[in-house]
């Protein structure tokens, strides 16, 4: 079946830089867009960021432009969150989610990975 | 940016019908997608497209959406269904790209 697997989250000081990954399987894994989604401590969700199926096409939420880079690998079927200048506001839990229907929702989603910004 | 609005927080008695809003400028000219968290777990789509439901999920749940409101209808309400819901489109127009709704936490009294 269709399964993504984040890792990677932790404790880091603000200022300070971690990369998440997202392991794919169960799908072509390089014929879709990929995405991450976050969501603060007992808040809602906020889209971070897309990736095409290819690398070529990239997006980000404003919140994270110039500080987060999205990539993937697919020949190892993965999907990547480089974020560096962290604050304590990129608190939250990171989910990996394929994008359907033209990019237009998400389904499925990992079960997560929280990064926590503090010193 | 465009912004979704939803109620904090539904109640209803089981069996009975839940209605969830998401309230947007003319949101009824796009499409709308809906997902149920429950705690500790990640979103699970449950309605696409307005209307569609994926594979899995119980007819009870359905969707519509016209004007400035789209509304998610579960049906029959069961304890289970006691979560999060959240609205989501996707916006070409804005830098954002996609948009969520804040939630609405629906209590199964």
């Known amino acids: 079946q269709v399964q993504l697997v984040e890792s990677g989250g932790g404790l880091v000081k603000p200022g300070g830089s971690l990369r998440l990954s997202c392991a794919a399987s169960g799908f072509t894994f390089s014929d879709y867009y990929m995405s991450w989604i976050r969501q603060a401590p007992g808040k809602g969700l906020e889209w971070v960021s897309y990736i095409s199926s290819s690398g070529s096409t990239i997006y980000y939420a404003d919140s994270v432009k110039g500080r987060f880079t999205i990539s993937r690998d697919n020949a190892k079927n993965s999907l990547y969150l480089q974020m560096n200048s962290l604050r304590a506001e990129d608190t939250a839990v990171y989910y990996c989610a394929r994008p359907r229907g033209g990019q237009s929702w998400f389904d499925p989603w990992g079960q997560g990975t929280l990064v926590t910004v503090s010193s | 940016s465009y912004v979704l609005t939803q109620p904090p927080s539904v109640s209803v008695a089981p069996g009975k019908t839940a209605r969830i809003t998401c309230g947007g400028n003319n949101i009824g000219s796009k499409s709308v997608h809906w997902y149920q968290q429950k705690p500790g777990q990640a979103p699970v789509l449950v309605i696409y497209?307005?209307?569609d439901r994926p594979s899995g999920i119980p007819e009870r749940f359905s969707g519509s959406n016209s004007g400035n409101t789209a509304t998610l209808t579960i049906s029959r309400v069961e304890a289970g269904d006691e979560a999060d819901y959240y609205c989501q489109v996707w916006d070409s127009s804005s830098d954002h790209f996609v948009v969520f709704g804040g939630g609405t936490k629906l209590t199964v009294l």
């Open positions: 497209y307005d209307s």
